[in-house]
């Protein structure tokens, strides 16, 4: 506690006229140490500043900042680094991130280590936002020698920048992993499949994670999914195995099991997945609420959702019901020409639905469930009162 006095009565009597600490100091001041200790480290603890304070760090980072004992030459390579990636358009919050999560950097060398590694990106065409965007989202991607051959990899088989930044936004490693041991092999099984590199691409975009598997599992998804009697020439084979791979085994027997409970036979189970294996990533609960909503509510006899199964892949709330509902109150008031089949009202665009059935709300003054329409849309919920 001495200590601690004596090193506010040095502070203040330096610092007279202007009095300001700074998280760093403050943690320099309230850490306990030897007397040689205090003897060495006394000045550096008043005058030296973190140079990330000015990109908002917290005071519990500054603080673990101090306990490591981040000496002055480093301070002063940290806050070069960090002016110069702010000068290449980062923001503090995004600054903050990188420092945070990768510290290395707060002591690489500007000259020989962060400049060569960007302007070899801006070499291979990125854009300074593009570069931003794309180290944000693979923040080791600064550590690997080998940035060229990597990148070069990926925008061949994706085709653009854009694409590959959105890849690496869904999946941090994706840029990291290697692409001998793991990618290149998982790419091989793709293509004896007989599936395309425009195919393999977007199931990249998708699902970047799923090249980041070992083969093993690759080759155990592809089985599974000619077990479920998606051949590998389906056009949905692709989407088929992504599901497989995301989901375990006891996850697809459930929804095979929901369907069953429904009144669904194996085989009419196994036709829906063929053509959208998107059903099985659906969880029993939102299963369960379209398919009452569309017996019960909607009144579709089983056989008809049966046979038109893509009706179970629209969002309940922002498609089926809204739409049903409109529909519904057109024909209650006679505002319709003839009936309409649910699937072709469900199938068509935003824009051609709301010129046909959201017009005739418009024009005969249904604000209300004009207004409703649009708020569920918009997922947003909105109670209807009649005029």
């Given at each position: 506690m001495f200590s601690v006095q004596k090193r506010l009565v040095c502070l203040l009597s330096c610092n007279k006229s202007n009095i300001h600490l700074s998280s760093y100091q403050l943690?320099?001041?309230?850490?306990?140490?030897?007397?040689?200790?205090?003897?060495l480290n006394h000045r550096s603890n008043f005058t030296l500043v973190d140079p990330l304070e000015s990109c908002e760090l917290?005071?519990?980072?500054?603080?673990?900042?101090?306990?490591?004992?981040?000496?002055e030459k480093e301070l002063s390579s940290s806050s070069l680094s960090i002016e110069f990636f702010k000068q290449?358009?980062?923001?503090?919050?995004?600054?903050?991130?990188?420092?945070?999560?990768?510290?290395?950097?707060?002591?690489?060398?500007?000259?020989?280590?962060?400049?060569?590694?960007?302007?070899?990106l801006q070499d291979m065409g990125f854009s300074d936002t593009e570069i931003v965007q794309l180290v944000s989202s693979c923040l080791g991607l600064l550590h690997f020698r080998d940035i060229q051959p990597r990148i070069n990899f990926w925008r061949s088989l994706l085709g653009s920048n854009e694409r590959l930044i959105k890849a690496c936004r869904r999946n941090m490693f994706l840029l990291t992993s290697s692409l001998a041991q793991k990618i290149e092999p998982n790419i091989s099984l793709l293509r004896e499949c007989g599936i395309s590199e425009q195919n393999i691409a977007q199931m990249v975009v998708r699902l970047p994670s799923f090249l980041c598997h070992t083969e093993k599992c690759i080759k155990e998804a592809i089985k599974h999914v000619e077990e479920l009697g998606v051949s590998r020439d389906c056009k949905?084979?692709?989407?088929?195995?992504?599901?497989?791979?995301?989901?375990?085994?006891?996850?697809?027997?459930?929804?095979?099991?929901?369907?069953?409970?429904?009144?669904w036979s194996q085989p009419d189970c196994v036709a829906a997945?063929?053509?959208?294996?998107?059903?099985?990533?659906?969880?029993?609960?939102?299963?369960?609420?379209?398919?009452?909503?569309?017996?019960?509510?909607?009144?579709?006899?089983?056989?008809?959702?049966?046979?038109?199964?893509?009706?179970?892949?629209?969002?309940?709330?922002?498609?089926?019901?809204?739409?049903?509902?409109?529909?519904?109150?057109?024909?209650?008031?006679?505002?319709?020409d003839k009936g309409h089949?649910?699937?072709?009202?469900?199938?068509?665009?935003?824009?051609?639905?709301?010129?046909?059935?959201?017009?005739?709300?418009?024009?005969?003054?249904?604000?209300?469930?004009?207004?409703?329409?649009?708020?569920?849309?918009r997922g947003k919920h909105h109670v209807v009162v009649e005029n």
């Open positions: 943690c320099s001041l309230f850490s306990f140490s030897t007397a040689e200790e205090h003897s917290s005071s519990k980072e500054a603080a673990k900042r101090a306990k490591d004992g981040i000496c290449s358009g980062w923001t503090d919050a995004q600054v903050v991130k990188l420092m945070q999560k990768h510290t290395r950097f707060l002591r690489a060398n500007l000259e020989t280590v962060l400049k060569p590694k960007i302007r070899s949905t084979f692709p989407r088929a195995l992504l599901t497989v791979v995301t989901l375990s085994r006891s996850r697809l027997d459930a929804t095979f099991a929901t369907l069953i409970s429904y009144g997945f063929r053509k959208h294996p998107s059903i099985w990533s659906l969880s029993k609960k939102t299963l369960c609420d379209k398919m009452t909503f569309l017996m019960k509510e909607a009144g579709c006899e089983l056989t008809y959702i049966i046979c038109r199964p893509v009706l179970l892949t629209y969002s309940l709330e922002k498609r089926l019901r809204p739409r049903y509902e409109v529909l519904n109150f057109l024909d209650q008031n006679k505002l319709l089949d649910l699937l072709s009202v469900i199938l068509l665009s935003e824009e051609k639905f709301r010129n046909k059935f959201l017009f005739v709300l418009r024009k005969e003054k249904f604000i209300a469930r004009y207004d409703s329409y649009v708020a569920a849309v």
